[in-house]
């Protein structure tokens, strides 16, 4: 966030917006948005993405706040398991007289 | 609501209210494309929106008093049959204008439904039950404003202070009560006793904001009565032009 009249176009922080649809569920990501402060945020996020009756509750968060994995580093982060199989614990016999395995 | 219709009396104080509601859409709507930021361009029209549909409601029961339409009471009126207050016509000037004049509507309107809904006439008191709801974000979003530009730059809180100013000769003719007011007694809200509720929220928004109530010029108003400042004129052309230049388009 910069000091107001820092720079001569200078634009509103960005903030990204999590919407609950209903009691029970988790806040969803719905978009993002831009405000001068936590408070306005939450108005506009209601402005945006809540008039058609969405939502129970808003979350707005900076999005500066956020750490993202890298889009280009997807494959190393989200390789898939499969072929690992020494990664799932299926080689092991349950002992006898152990309940609840 | 549905079938009811309105007497005379009640028609003209259906239009006093309505025609506030519907000049106010239409100022706020001139911000469309013009706002500081895309996301105030969208809150400035959703409470347009807001505000034509709680004209619509209150025009369309108006008009049950003597058949006509709302489109026919927007659309086809001229000037001096429009019952706003001077408040409402006032022009958008600078974003600070907008939300000082933002400011005194919506905290009047969310004074003026809350009362209404004790209203011995169902529709109306069905109509403020839904609008008063609506008022109060509207109220939010102009206390929002008002602190932030008031508590800014020094750039913005001299617009802000410069802002209210401006508005504030208005603010008496809304809670002047006309003779209308008597011969619709329990039904009509009494103008003058929404002033204590009025100022005991904007006294604690000034203190917040460091404003103070200007003292000075009090204008006596004449909208109830048909009478408007010329800047009227424009705004109705505006309005009305594709209703009377395509007559009976509809979307």
Redesign the interface.
Known sequence: MTS??VSPHE??PLWEVFVRASRGLSHVHAGS?????A??AL??A???YT?RGEGTSVWVVPSDAITTSDPDAKGAFFESPAGKNYRHASYYTASEGVPHL | MGDAVATADVAEYALWLGDDALILAQQLGGWIARAPELEEDVALANIALDLLGHARSLLRYAGTSDGRTEDDLAYWRDEPQFRSAWLFEQPNGDFAQTIARQLAASVYQFELYSALQQSADETLAAIAAKAVKEVEYHRDHAVQWTLRLAGGTDESRARMTRAVGDVWPYVDELFRDEPLIDRLAGIAVRPSALRPGFDAVIDAVFAEAGLVVPDGFRSSGGGRRGQHFSSMGYLLAEMQVLARQHRGATW
């Open positions: 107001p009249g634009t509103w948005l831009h405000a001068p402060d408070e306005l108005r506009n209601r402005d945006l008039r």
